[in-house]
């Protein structure tokens, strides 16, 4: 069974770009929630959604957004990307009260 | 008081001993809790879920809940060298609820 698949795997922007990460589940799995990981936070929750919807919402500005369309593949953007913004970023899919299964990640670095 | 907490490490132990990694959550109700290991470079991989109060042994490891102390752990027996990684404990509240990270535990098994 395929596992969770995100691309790409790493990513060079400047400052003010826009970039958009993709993260395709594990076939089944209608839970996709997507973290930002970094040496000094840890794994920090940005959005999760389920069927399209966004159920749940992390702390993060609305510089972050993500989408999930019907085959449950989903989208993050970032807009107007800062320095701080250089991180892992994490796709996870899950049959809810399952544990996540995380993808390989996208590695951004913001120059 | 953060959500979940992990005790500081890095953790050192020698090969062929037990290393016991602990973690603490502030919400209650939380109803389900996770164990992931994190290789330096790699992607969180889930390792041990628990539901229950008591143990649930999978080959080495052994996870450990107590949720009216709201405490969970995890013991690997037999350490071995290739445990050397991070250690994530995940809470989820339930249905429909993020889950919530720890900061994580690094452990060092050392030769």
């Known amino acids: 069974k395929a596992g969770v698949t995100q691309t790409p795997r790493y990513l060079i922007k400047t400052r003010g770009q826009q970039v958009t990460l993709s993260c395709s589940p594990i076939s089944g799995h209608r839970s996709v929630s997507w973290y930002q990981q970094t040496p000094g936070q840890g794994l920090q929750f940005l959005f999760e959604y389920f069927s399209e919807t966004q159920r749940n919402k992390g702390n993060f500005p609305g510089r972050f957004s993500g989408r999930q369309f ?3 593949r989903s ?6 990307l800062e320095l701080g913004d250089s991180a892992l970023y994490l796709c996870a ?13 996208t590695r951004l670095t913001v120059v | 008081q953060k959500e979940v907490e992990q005790n500081s490490g ?3 132990v020698p090969e062929g001993a037990i290393a016991s990694l602990n973690c603490t959550y502030s919400d209650r109700g939380s109803q389900s809790f996770f164990w992931y290991r994190q290789y330096s470079g790699k992607s969180p991989e889930l390792i041990m879920s628990i539901y229950s109060n008591g143990d649930k042994e999978d080959g080495r490891f052994t996870a450990q809940l107590n949720k009216a102390s709201q405490y969970v752990s995890l013991l690997i027996r037999d350490s071995q060298p290739s445990d050397s990684a991070t250690y994530l404990c995940a809470v989820k509240r339930g249905y429909g609820q993020n889950f919530v990270f ?10």
């Open chain 1, 75 to 80: 989208e993050m953007n970032v807009s107007t």
């Open chain 1, 70 to 72: 019907s085959n449950s």
């Open chain 2, 10 to 12: 890095p953790l050192s």
């Open chain 2, 102 to 111: 720890g900061p994580g535990t690094r452990l060092s098994v050392l030769p």
């Open chain 1, 93 to 105: 899919s899950s049959l809810d009260m399952d544990g996540y299964t995380f993808g390989s990640g």
